[in-house]
């Protein structure tokens, strides 16, 4: 595995996926495109959305940040 893809972590609770950002990991998600869920990431860790993949479908049904439907799959990181 490549250091990119060796940080690259799946996860899908919310008190998780502020830990991981925080600890200099790259984490995949979903989220429902919201504003409301880019500010709660970037209030609870400091992270930032790297990139929507075109082609990744989200599985996981619920937004981990605010509860909804989600409706894409995103990587997030700690902002530099």
Known sequence: ???LESNIVE???E???????KSGKIVKTVFDGSKEAEEIIKENSSGKTLVIP???KSEHQTC???KKKSKHVIYLARSL
């Open 11 to 13: 996860e899908y609770d």
């Open 54 to 56: 075109f082609k990744d």
């Open 64 to 66: 981990p940040f605010t």
């Open 15 to 21: 008190q998780r996926i502020y830990e991981l950002i």
């Open 1 to 3: 595995k490549t250091y």
